[in-house]
DNA sequence: TGAGACTGCTTGACATACCAAGCAATATTT
DNA sequence: AAATATTGCTTGGTATGTCAAGCAGTCTCA
């Protein structure tokens, strides 16, 4: 079944704030969040928050922004298992790679960083 | 200073695509997601596809979910920077690469099917 | 050559997250 | 008490992600 039943994420969002005793504007100043928006996230109106907003409601109440994307019903990231990917793994991914094109792609990143030896991955 | 400056998620994921070799029409049917939407979603018409469609595009792809969020501009919950990143493990047989470079390779592999390509047009 | 099955793509309609502006009720200040 | 500020909330409008339906181009095969 799918993961968004019933879920109540304003309730949670409301509760953290009543715990901090803050007004809605009060959270607006702080997130850029619209009171208006955070009442109806609050009262259910707005049953799905964008990521966006989320994040930005994690930051202020101190939770961590997994547990609202999980209670909004998004998919959370399945960090358990799995993590460290083989490279056999990734060019299985990629569908049938014939031995031909695995060369000419080795060739490719040779031919890639010869041109571009200058260090870092760093974006 | 948002994250979301010049995202081309669509590109990243047309390469995907192009490298298993198969059509739109096939991935909806693998994800239940429109084609309509997917070439949107490739031409740049839809910038940010929600988390629920980047998740189920992430499955058959074979692309850690987090990843597509990023690239799509979603908040992603905070990660330590020498975390081996999908992307890196993917060729790490070939040895680390960077983002950069399997972009490339990606593109490049996608090429190269392209030129035995079967139907499809352009218009 | 022609019919049918593909392909990518466009359009119209719909759902919903978001904001600005404004409202009534309550709290605070003068 | 009166004036002002603050609070939660509602409303109108905008933006955008999504889908169903349909179109023209391309391929396949009889």
Chains 1, 2 share one sequence.
């Not at 803050?22 to 955070?38: C, D, Q």
């Not at 909004?72 to 490279?87: C, I, K, M, N, T």
């Not at 793994?89 to 060369?103: A, K, M, T």
């Not at 792609?105 to 760093?122: E, H, I, M, P, T």
């Amino acid at each position: 079944m799918d993961i968004d039943e019933k879920i109540n994420i304003g309730a949670y969002l409301k509760s953290l704030r009543d715990i901090k005793g803050i007004s809605l504007r009060e959270v607006e100043r702080k997130t850029g969040v619209s009171n208006a928006v955070l009442s109806q996230i609050e009262s259910g109106q707005v049953k799905r928050p964008s990521p966006g907003t989320l994040f930005k409601l994690a930051g202020i109440y101190g939770v961590p922004y997994e547990e609202l994307m999980q209670r909004a019903g998004y998919p959370v990231p399945a960090r358990q298992v799995g993590e460290p990917q083989s490279a056999q793994s990734v060019f299985n991914r990629l569908g049938s790679i014939s031995q031909d094109e695995e060369q000419q792609l080795l060739d490719y990143l040779a031919f890639l960083r010869s041109r571009n030896k200058r260090g870092g991955n760093r974006k």
